[in-house]
């Protein structure tokens, strides 16, 4: 079996194929690809044992794409399925890999299904059938099935087909198709009676044999939500907020595209996220990666391939926000937590129509996978008040507070009649505002006005229990920047021109609040000439910043600064 080549254009497909698995985040082929796609190019009949989950629908649906006729609107390639959920599932794969392909035409037929739709869709001309075999039997039968110019016939999942009693159907098809075709047998196990319809209806087959290596880590708890109701982006982040020893996570996603779309989307949420993908180069690959081994990030938004031999030790969770494509893929994604005997966790989205992939995992991984039960908002909210309190009871704890305390006995001088419990919870109110403690004002996406300078991450834990404490504790400044939400800005964005093209620490970096064509930023006060300079010439989304201080006014900000620098003096 040849070695597993780079890429998909090694394997000789076409440019419009390439375009189509690019889109869809095929970034290498996989074993069963590699073998397969060269000699079912070439026209070789071919018997293939590999489990379900290894790539194999792409193995044999892509040459047949690449050798259909298009300007021939008749049925050229039969592909017989156990299932129809299969026989859907292959379809929908075929359209997708076909996306540029103008004018193909792919019609899936089972039992259970309207006849008549079916009987339209045939009559209007198809490339590919995919079928399951007693349907496909009535329509030979019926004569609305026109073999006559078949050139390749699949058999897929044939042990199954013979489970299920299929397999005198199987071979009643194989005799009404012409005998100059191309035939490809796809089993898991190859049983006797599988083994005499290949020796009977193969000539001269090429064998792929794909053994699988598929193992999984006891240490990583497995789950897995189904997708439905509340969008993914609104259910990841109540799962982000609410579960336990979360520290770090990879989240991975098909493509490119869909890595920057996220991290972007994560960041305005208030997360501290970076995409991770082939088109980035070495030396901002390498600077992601330290970035999340520091804490500086405690996302990364990944694809398969830019994923391969991170090592982080922080990484407690593994997201797959869009399932693999094929089981190998799974494992190698979860690896990335649970190392050195960590404990990991692993949580895998899974659409209803992706449920015959999550089966696939389980039985490569010979484990069940567990159903995650989505955070209610009510569950959101019980956490921040809990965290909230935690963060009270710290700041108690560890700050000098005696300021503060002034400032609240003036209050409740000035209003004789008002309660100092009032008072706690009028500033309780105020600090809430943007995230909100109780469920009825909770909304599923989190602020976007984050606030760097507490060292909060947008869970509320406090991340200076991991040492990522603020360097700078003086007086800070606000500055006007000219980028806002109009032109694509979030807050990391800011944070990352601030702090790694300036030198700027990022724990020196305050509140920032975007607005619609300006946002604002609390730096420190003492900022060098130097510094200020460097920082007036940055540009974020190539647009230039142009710091400028804003100056404070009225009455209550200079007897605030003044009593600050008392308290300072003293």
């Not at 889109?23 to 996989?30: A, D, H, I, K, V």
């Not at 937590?337 to 895998?348: E, H, K």
């Not at 129509?353 to 069940?368: F, G, K, N, V, Y």
């Not at 806002?484 to 030198?503: F, K, Q």
């Amino acid at each position: 079996m040849m070695s597993t080549p780079s890429s998909f254009a090694d394997l000789g497909l076409s440019p419009e194929l390439l375009a189509a698995l690019s889109e869809l985040g095929y970034e290498t082929p996989s074993p069963i690809q590699s073998a397969c796609i060269p000699n079912l190019l070439a026209g070789c009949d071919l018997l293939g044992m590999a489990q379900t989950g290894t790539g194999k629908t792409a193995a044999f649906a892509l040459p047949i794409l690449q050798r259909i006729d298009i300007k021939k609107r008749l049925p050229q390639a039969l592909i017989l399925a156990p299932t129809r959920e299969l026989a859907i599932q292959v379809a929908e794969a075929c359209q997708s890999y076909a996306r540029h392909m103008p004018g193909f035409h792919v019609a899936p037929i089972y039992g259970g299904q309207n006849m008549g739709l079916q009987l339209k869709q045939l009559g209007r001309g198809v490339h590919v059938v995919i079928g399951t075999p007693g349907r496909v039997m009535d329509h030979i039968e019926r004569k609305s099935l026109d073999l006559s110019h078949l050139t390749t016939l699949v058999l897929d999942e044939a042990d199954e087909m013979l489970r299920m009693g299929f397999i005198d159907d199987v071979e009643w098809i194989l005799q009404h198709v012409p005998t100059t075709r191309q035939t490809a047998l796809f089993s898991a196990t190859m049983p006797e009676p599988i083994r005499r319809v290949a020796q009977r209806y193969l000539s001269d087959p090429k064998e792929v044999r794909i053994k699988s290596t598929t193992a999984t880590v006891t240490a990583i708890r497995q789950r897995y939500w189904q997708v439905s109701g509340l969008h993914k982006l609104d259910a990841l982040t109540r799962i982000l907020e609410v579960e336990d020893d979360l520290d770090a996570a990879i989240i991975f996603v098909r493509t490119k595209t869909a890595t920057v779309e996220l991290a972007e989307k994560l960041e305005a949420r208030g997360y501290g996220a970076a995409a991770l993908n082939g088109d980035m180069n070495q030396v901002l690959r390498e600077r992601t990666i330290d970035q999340l081994k520091n804490g500086n990030i405690d996302i990364v938004v990944a694809t398969d391939v830019a994923a391969r031999g991170i090592d982080v030790p922080r990484i407690s969770h593994v997201i797959n926000y869009d399932i693999p494509n094929d089981t190998e893929a799974y494992v190698h994604r979860i690896g990335r937590t649970g190392r050195a005997g960590r404990q990991g966790s692993a949580i895998l989205f899974v659409a209803p129509r992706e449920i015959r992939t999550l089966r696939a995992i389980e039985r490569a991984i010979r484990q069940p996978i567990e159903p995650l039960v989505l955070p209610s908002k009510q569950m959101v909210a019980d956490r921040r008040v809990a965290q909230f309190k935690e963060q009270i009871v710290q700041v108690i704890e560890s700050e000098d507070l005696d300021f503060f305390m002034e400032v609240v006995d003036e209050l409740a001088e000035e209003a004789a009649e008002t309660d100092v419990r009032e008072i706690a919870a009028a500033l309780a109110f105020l600090v809430q505002q943007e995230r909100p403690l109780r469920a009825d004002g909770l909304s599923d996406a989190l602020p976007r006005n984050v606030d760097f300078s507490r060292g909060d991450d947008s869970r509320g834990r406090d991340r200076s229990r991991r040492g990522d404490v603020r360097e700078h504790s003086g007086p800070s400044q606000s500055y006007r920047i000219d980028v806002g939400r109009a032109h694509g800005v979030a807050p990391g964005d800011i944070v990352g021109a601030l702090a790694n093209e300036a030198g700027l620490s990022n724990r020196a970096i305050g509140r920032i609040t975007l607005f619609d064509d300006y946002s604002i930023v609390e730096l420190p006060s003492d900022l060098s000439k130097e510094t200020f300079n460097a920082l007036s010439f940055l540009r974020v989304r190539q647009r230039p910043l142009k710091l400028t201080p804003i100056t404070r006014q009225g009455k209550r900000d200079t007897a605030t600064k003044k009593s600050f620098d008392r308290k300072k003096s003293s």
